[in-house]
C-alpha cells in the first residue's frame, strides 16, 4: 500500500495553521453537483461529516473495523467511506484525530483492511455527522442486486442510485481500466467526451474485454468468488505492510 494513502491523516498538519476546514475528495470521483453545496453544509460540532459506505456499511461489517471488539466498539455504529470526507480542522487539531489514527495502524496494522480508513472510524466511531449518501455513490456497487442496502431506505437508496452528487469510482472497475459500457461507467465517458479527450476509451486488449464482460453480465453470479480474491489479496498485502509514522 503506497503512504501517500495516509495524506488525509494528516490534513490538519500540513494545511496552514489559519485554516478551520478542509474538503477531500479521492482522486476517482465524479462530480455532478455543486460542490459549494458540500463545502457549505453545516458542522454542527462535529469533526468530519462523510458518507455512510454503500458496501461496509457497520464498523462491524466485514471490511469494517477489525478491532472493535479490542476497542469495545458497538459492531452496529455506521461505518463511513473515506474517499469523501468535510473535515473541521480545528477539532482534528484539538483532538489530535491524525495521530490517534495513526497509533491505530501501528497496533493494529496487521489486521486492518482500508489502512486510513479503518483508523478513521475506529477512532471516531459513532463521533462524525452523516452525509446524504448521494455525495458518495460507489458506482460499482449502486443498484447491484447483490449489494446488501438493508440499512437504508428503499426511497434513499433510489435516490442513490438514480440521482447522485458524487459518483466515486472506488474498487478496481474503473472506467479508464476496463473496455465497454457498463451502466455505471457512462457518465464518465459522457463527461469525457467533453473535454480534449473526447472519444477516447480503454484500449482493447483480452484484459479490458474480460473485464467489461464480467462487470456487465457475469459479476452478480460471481461476486462471493470477487470478495474471496480481494481478502485474499489484502491478506497478501498486509505481511509487508507495517506504519512507520
Request: aromatic share 14%.
Amino acid at each position: 500500500m503506497k503512504s501517500v494513502t495516509y495524506y488525509r491523516l494528516l490534513l490538519s498538519d500540513l494545511a496552514p495553521a489559519g485554516w478551520t476546514k478542509a474538503l477531500w475528495l479521492d482522486c476517482d470521483i465524479l462530480l455532478l453537483n455543486d460542490l459549494s453545496t458540500l463545502w457549505d453544509l453545516e458542522m454542527s460540532d462535529w469533526p468530519l461529516l462523510a458518507a455512510r459506505d454503500l458496501v461496509v456499511p457497520c464498523l462491524g461489517s466485514p471490511y469494517g473495523v477489525t478491532a472493535w471488539q479490542d476497542l469495545n466498539l458497538d459492531p452496529r455504529l455506521p461505518h463511513f467511506n473515506a474517499g469523501v470526507m468535510l473535515l473541521d480542522l480545528e477539532r482534528w487539531r484539538a483532538e489530535h484525530i491524525g495521530e490517534r489514527a495513526m497509533g491505530y495502524l501501528r497496533q493494529h496494522g496487521d489486521r486492518v483492511c482500508f489502512f486510513d480508513q479503518e483508523a478513521l472510524n475506529a477512532v471516531l466511531a459513532g463521533c462524525w455527522g452523516e452525509l446524504d449518501p448521494r455525495w458518495n455513490q460507489i458506482a460499482s456497487m449502486a443498484g447491484q442486486r447483490f449489494l446488501d442496502t438493508s440499512h437504508l431506505d428503499s426511497e434513499v437508496y433510489r435516490q442513490v442510485v438514480e440521482n447522485p452528487f458524487l459518483v466515486h469510482y472506488s474498487g478496481s472497475l474503473k472506467p479508464w481500466k476496463c473496455f465497454g459500457l457498463a451502466e455505471y461507467w457512462k457518465p464518465w465517458y459522457e463527461v469525457l467526451d467533453r473535454t480534449a479527450w473526447a472519444g477516447w476509451r480503454p484500449p482493447i486488449t483480452l484484459r479490458t474485454i474480460a473485464l467489461g464482460l464480467y462487470s456487465r453480465k457475469l459479476r452478480p453470479w460471481l461476486y462471493p468468488l470477487e470478495a474471496w480474491y480481494i481478502a485474499l489479496l489484502r491478506k497478501r498485502r498486509l505481511k509487508n505492510h507495517r506504519v512507520t509514522y
